[in-house]
């Protein structure tokens, strides 16, 4: 029988408080300012409270399945029925209060990716939906109300894995265990540490870069935990170790950011903290007293319903009332955090757990799985129920896609990084560029530029003028030796670019935009780079130093264009709203069934940055001729620091900084060539 430890419960507590600051986003008080913690994030490495989870199951079920071995007690059956009865009953009923929420609040797009993460989900395959899912323009994780089941996607994983590994061990090579699992854990702490340089999300999302950490729980328990405690009991050092490991925890909660490589070396800090205070916690110890205070205590045994509720319940206030959430609701959420969690705890987790399984729980169980999932098929057979729009679908339509992707063409083309053929024109290969009319114009750029396409071929068209589109997901139109976040294949487009200009058989007319703040992230370029985008490579080293580098070869290119004869058209930055528009415009749209938008303007600070980047890039794109600037803070920006983000029309950002269709329709009006303002 194992022996019941308060003390864990609390670290659990300690771990699923600090997820759910993480996921708040939670700063500081004016208390802590002109300190290290000033505007920051609380609990900055939160997320880093899942990794505690890991290690603690780990050390769970290796002691249940070595204890029951140790009897002669252990069966396969039983081990898998007590897991299933601990986590699926409190998880479905979780899965269809989201349900409800989603249908009574999402609009049909955001319906579809609910759908389709609820799917992933009631089959703990989560972890490969968000592995899949698009990062570079998806929905912020604020936004998704399953994303947290990937952890417990990971979990169940291994559970149905772990556990016949772990019998044959040491039923068969009992005295080995311990360094076979070492070799293992060490195997895949290395194959995340490689893999997070260079598939980031494939080592966050998936079993083998975590395993590592519930294998090291799985450690503690082979490596006798009474009998070394008993040979340091009186060495100084032990009294200390304790509080070494809640430090090392603390640490990474507090210190360690979303920026870093993770799962990699670094996790290793809250995780060898777990693996220390699980070993040499003890009574005497005041780090222990208190992870055992009864307060403590009653949130880490309730942790598991709080780590399912807290993500939908965020996610859904957010739907409903649009804003960055305040301290007193974030009191206030956690309030009815606790209260539903403890409602889960007393009437389904323990219930569930303790008694048998009857057949009126099994079948309530069963009914709440098949209609989730008959609501997860039917709203992806019906594209989210669009029908619930009720006479708003040409607003919302605006934005049900990033304004980059909705340029198409008849004719399909090969999509660079995927390899496949696709209809829009985005992305595309230059030699299967989409080409429009009598070609008299290009774009060229990143998603900057991707999202001013549609617009431009409309205002094109009604001139009776064509377009040819370069533009690329994070590909700006610098030197080919550099690119950027996820898109290594940039190199090759930028040089593609190059020929395709040195084709072009007359002057054109050529429009170019970048997201200039990525310019000091820059990444050498690769051996391969086509290959590596299509192998989802997004590795690399940034290279701080190169921004100048970069800057110049921005503009080395444009003034490579003017010396070609061609006419160019640079749009500087847009002005960041500072707060998510499509989300904003649609809250707006549920919550008052209307199209009629009030006038909305940013945040401050937004109009200093935009112009801290049109006045670098007049230093380094001095006006000539030939060249036309179309600067968004005179377009956006009433007067200074008064930029309107929402006109009646509709919103003019959709996905961050990016333009909407109404946003890029203004930008474009403002082209003194298509407008006679030569």
Known sequence: MLQYRKELDGLRALAVIAVLFYHVNLVSYPLFEHTFFTRQNLFRGGFLGVDVFFVLSGFLITAMIKSAMDNQTFSFRDFYIRRAKRIIPVFLIVLGVATVGAY????????????????????????????????????????????????????????MLYPVFFWFVYRYFRSN???????????????????????????????????????????????????????????????????????????????????????????????????LFILFSHDRDGVTFVFSWKPVVFIGVISYSIYLWHQPLFVYFRYIKYERIRTEQFVLLCLVCLVLSWLSYRFIESPFRKKRMGPLKLGFLVAVWTACGAFAFTAIAHDGFGNKLAGLEKLYDIYKIPESTRLTSPEPGTHLASGKQVQMCFGRTSEEACRFGDESWVSIGDSFEGSLDYALHEKLMQQNKGLIVLTHGQCPFISSKWWFGTAPECSIVNEKRW????????????????????????????????????????????????????????????????????????????????????????????????????????????????????????????????????????????????????????????????????????????????????
Not at 200 to 217: H, I, K, N, Q, V
Not at 241 to 265: E, Q, T, W, Y
Not at 515 to 523: C, I, P, R, T, Y
């Open 104 to 159: 009574l609040l999402l609009f049909p797009a955001e319906l579809m990716q609910f759908a389709q993460s609820l799917k992933s989900a009631l089959y703990f395959g989560s972890n490969f939906f968000f592995y899949g899912d698009t990062a570079y323009m998806s929905d912020s994780s604020i936004y998704k109300p399953l994303l947290h089941t990937w952890s417990l996607a990971v979990e169940w994983q291994f559970y």
């Open 177 to 275: 265990t311990f360094w076979i699992l070492v070799v293992l854990s060490v195997v895949s702490l290395c194959f995340a540490q490689w893999t997070t340089g260079r598939y980031p999300d494939f080592s966050f999302y998936l079993l083998p870069t975590r395993a590592w950490e519930l294998m090291f729980g799985g450690l503690i328990v082979l490596i006798e935990r009474d009998v070394l405690v008993g040979k340091i009991r009186n060495h100084p050092v032990w009294r200390w170790l304790p509080m070494a490991g809640i430090l090392l925890v603390l640490g990474g909660l507090f210190l360690i950011d979303d920026k870093v490589a993770h799962p990699s070396f670094i996790t290793l800090i809250p995780v060898l903290g777990t693996v």
């Open 499 to 678: 020929e395709t200009i040195r084709g072009f058989k007359d002057k054109k007319n050529i429009v170019i935009s970048a997201a200039l703040d990525n310019f000091v992230k820059g990444k050498p370029r690769l051996d391969d780079p086509v290959g590596k985008a299509r192998d989802g490579f997004a590795g690399g080293t940034i290279d701080p130093s190169a921004e100048d580098e970069i800057w110049q070869s921005y503009a080395d290119n444009i003034k490579a264009l003017l010396s070609l004869g061609h006419k160019v058209t640079l749009i500087y930055m847009p002005v960041n709203p500072g707060q998510s528009v499509e989300k904003t415009v649609t809250t707006w749209m549920r919550k008052h069934k209307s199209a009629d938008l009030p006038v909305t303007y940013s945040e401050g600070g937004v109009y200093e940055e935009a112009m801290k980047y049109n006045a670098r890039l007049d230093r380094y794109i001095p006006d000539q001729k030939n060249l036309y600037k179309v600067r968004q803070t005179d377009i956006f920006c009433d007067s200074p620091h008064h930029c309107k983000i929402i006109g009646k029309e509709g919103g003019y950002y959709n996905g961050g900084p990016h333009l909407s269709y109404w946003g890029a329709k203004k930008v474009v009006e403002q082209i003194p060539l298509l407008n006679d303002k030569e």
